[in-house]
């Protein structure tokens, strides 16, 4: 069994899914629940496939790098997860993903820190260009982190999606990897 991967942070810690989140995402697999209402809530998805993708995670040989970690708050709670999407076919660029269910946790600054370590990482891991990710403009609170983050906002696709019964506008922010080396330069 491999070892346990983590990156802690001040605020939160980013690990590798043990057996025992498979509950949480059961839990949050849950359409009431405020998180649904602004992760791409036009698709309707549930967690089942990140379920059986978790699942199927557990039996592999886990090897780096890491498509996605869990977030847990520092006090070791499981709020969440974070995920990169990366393309064999397009390596340069890659999009993230990150979904906080534990809505306690949120407006804390757990969510900025877990994407910068995320970033960081997958700057460090893969041979990128750019990393960014995908929102609407209904879900304010990913737009200011990518805000704070340094990520611009590079595509605006006008009434790209419908949320209930109203148009609103899909987003797309980046960052470069030199800009977020000048960032975060005093980090390393």
């Not at 040989?61 to 847990?72: G, S």
């Not at 994407?115 to 990710?133: C, M």
Request: charged share 30%; hydrophobic share 35%.
């Amino acid at each position: 069994m491999a070892q346990s991967f983590r990156i802690t942070g001040q605020k939160v810690i980013l690990r590798t899914t043990n057996s025992s989140d498979i509950e949480d995402y059961k839990k949050w697999n849950n359409p009431d629940l405020k998180y649904t209402k602004f992760d791409a809530p036009w698709f309707g998805d549930d967690l089942t496939n990140v379920i059986n993708q978790r699942l199927k995670w557990l039996e592999s040989e886990k090897a780096m790098p890491y498509r996605h970690l869990e977030v847990d708050s520092i006090s070791g709670d499981h709020i969440g997860w974070v995920a990169v999407y990366y393309k064999n076919n397009d390596p340069h660029m890659t999009e993230i993903g990150i979904d906080l269910p534990e809505d306690s946790y949120w407006g804390k600054g757990l969510g900025t820190e877990a994407l910068r370590l995320w970033i960081d990482y997958l700057f460090n891991e893969y041979k990128l260009t750019r990393i960014g990710f995908s929102t609407w403009d209904g879900n304010e609170a990913v737009k200011v982190i990518g805000k704070k983050l340094g990520l611009v906002e590079e595509c605006r696709i006008r009434k790209g999606c419908v949320v209930n019964s109203e148009f609103y506008d899909r987003i797309k922010m980046g960052i470069l990897k030199e800009e977020w080396q000048n960032k975060y330069r005093s980090t390393k």
